[in-house]
């Protein structure tokens, strides 16, 4: 499908392609996207970025190598000139919250770029949200954040559930159980120094905001979060049991997936040429991760909360932890991230007025690196933006908002799905 015409010199940059995630997007583009795209890989070092360019150079020698840009995160007047020159931006300089990510989606909201980043930092997008969705809809610039590992694969998972329900039964949906069924992956530096300093940079009143039940939705949920009741036996232990998807345990992904679902179910309920998908009035969203037994799963509960507890009040800890862990920037070898696999399940409940003994379950996985899963969605979201006439104002969105278009194109890709009815 041929690419949109535009006035841009490039029809897509990849800025951070130095880094762990983004040399992974440049070979990705390089494989897998027509040899005609104008695209160039960008970042603070010319030499580092000649070296990416050489290497793709090997994995396709018959197709023109990507442009160099050089650029500063930190320098807004250089990030500007970058904005203005490309269709889409590819944004994988992290963390995010740290490094001056500011800088580029100010740049692109403000010069009608389409964006994308594999951050997982929800308080911080939260944050850009409120500063520029403004200046995204004036410019009509596309922003998508969390398009990676977080937030992605749970999003859209949730928004092909409720599919299911709309077109089979034609029904909205009441309720969806999402579990990571299997995670087999190793933490590049960048992920851990993420993880390390979003305290530092986000204060805990920020946090306490945007972490509020449907704060990232741009309309109020009615009525509250009206949520499913937890026994006290959850809460402490951690581990409960979920019918098609058996034992489950808290999930360290959940706090940056559920504000993207929440916003998802805001965006579907308003946008003009979404609102046949809205998931529905009632909706409620959990996220778990599967327990291999019962004590793997107390284990499993237990470390998310005494971390996160060490995360957010115990600076010494973080200052401590930053010695250890591997820098930003590097990450596990090829042979490691080879080994690496995921896989997702999901079950969705009808929203109808009688008792039905139907639900719409979804199984998702990939086999690979997870940081070239990253870079596979947000390379294929650049692409669903060049290629299809997505009926999108200008404003930041989420995964789910490309629609069927980006599931097909991540299938091709290595992101596998599959949905169907089943009985409860």
Same mark, same amino acid.
């Given at each position: 499908m041929p690419f949109k015409e535009h006035n841009r010199q490039y029809d897509l940059v990849v800025f951070g392609a130095t880094g762990h995630t983004g040399r992974m997007a440049a070979e990705y583009i390089t494989i897998h996207f027509p040899v005609n795209v104008k695209w160039a890989v960008a970042g603070r070092s010319e030499s580092k970025l000649q070296a990416i360019v050489e290497d793709c150079k090997k994995l396709h020698s018959d197709r023109s190598p990507p442009a160099i840009e050089t650029a500063n995160i930190k320098s807004q007047e250089e990030i500007?000139?970058?904005?203005?020159?490309?269709?889409?931006?590819?944004?994988? =300089? +992290?963390?995010?919250?740290?490094?001056? @990510?500011?800088? $580029?989606?100010?740049? %692109?909201?403000?010069?009608?770029?389409?964006?994308?980043?594999?951050? @997982?930092?929800?308080?911080?997008?939260?944050?850009?949200?409120?500063?520029?969705?403004?200046?995204?809809?004036?410019? @009509?610039?596309?922003?998508?954040?969390?398009?990676?590992?977080?937030?992605?694969?749970?999003?859209? %998972?949730?928004?092909?559930?409720? /599919?299911?329900? &709309?077109?089979?039964?034609?029904?909205?949906?009441?309720?969806? =159980?999402?579990?990571?069924?299997?995670? &087999?992956?190793?933490?590049? +530096?960048?992920?851990?120094?993420? $993880?390390?300093?979003?305290?530092? %940079? =986000?204060?805990? /009143?920020?946090?306490?905001?945007?972490?509020?039940?449907?704060?990232?939705?741009? $309309?109020?949920?009615?009525? #509250?979060? &009206? #949520?499913?009741?937890?026994?006290?036996?959850?809460?402490?232990?951690?581990?409960?049991? =979920?019918?098609?998807?058996?034992?489950?345990?808290?999930?360290?992904?959940?706090?940056?997936?559920r504000p993207v679902i929440e916003r998802s179910w805001g965006l579907l309920s308003e946008i003009p040429s979404r609102k046949d998908e809205f998931y529905g009035p009632n909706f409620h969203w959990e996220e778990y991760h599967r327990a291999r037994n019962w004590l793997y799963g107390v284990a499993i509960h237990w470390i998310i909360v005494v971390c996160g507890f060490l995360l957010s009040f115990g600076a010494s800890f973080r200052v401590l932890a930053e010695k250890v862990v591997p820098a930003p920037g590097t990450g596990p070898s090829r042979e490691e991230m080879d080994k690496d696999e995921a896989e997702w399940r999901g079950i969705a409940n009808p929203d109808t007025e009688l008792p039905s003994n139907k639900q719409a379950f979804c199984r998702a996985w990939y086999y690979g690196s997870m940081y070239m899963m990253s870079a596979l969605f947000c390379c294929e979201g650049a692409r669903t933006v060049l290629e299809d006439d997505l009926e999108l104002d200008g404003g930041f969105y989420t995964p789910c908002c490309l629609g069927q278009g980006l599931i097909d194109r991540a299938h091709d890709g290595g992101f596998k799905m599959e949905t169907r009815l089943q009985d409860k």
């Open positions: 500007d000139a970058l904005a203005k020159k490309t269709f889409v931006m590819i944004q994988l =300089v +992290g963390p995010y919250s740290l490094h001056s @990510g500011e800088h $580029v989606v100010k740049a %692109c909201a403000e010069a009608g770029t389409h964006y994308f980043d594999a951050t @997982g930092e929800s308080p911080w997008v939260y944050k850009m949200m409120k500063k520029y969705g403004k200046a995204a809809k004036e410019s @009509g610039a596309i922003l998508i954040p969390q398009m990676a590992l977080e937030s992605a694969p749970a999003d859209l %998972c949730t928004w092909a559930l409720a /599919s299911v329900l &709309r077109k089979q039964m034609d029904a909205k949906t009441k309720d969806v =159980v999402i579990s990571i069924h299997n995670m &087999r992956t190793v933490p590049s +530096g960048g992920t851990l120094s993420t $993880v390390l300093n979003l305290h530092e %940079c =986000v204060t805990p /009143s920020e946090f306490a905001e945007a972490e509020k039940p449907f704060a990232h939705s741009p $309309v109020p949920y009615p009525g #509250g979060d &009206r #949520g499913h009741k937890i026994s006290i036996w959850q809460k402490i232990f951690g581990v409960h049991h =979920v019918p098609n998807l058996g034992t489950l345990t808290s999930a360290f992904t959940y706090d940056a997936d």
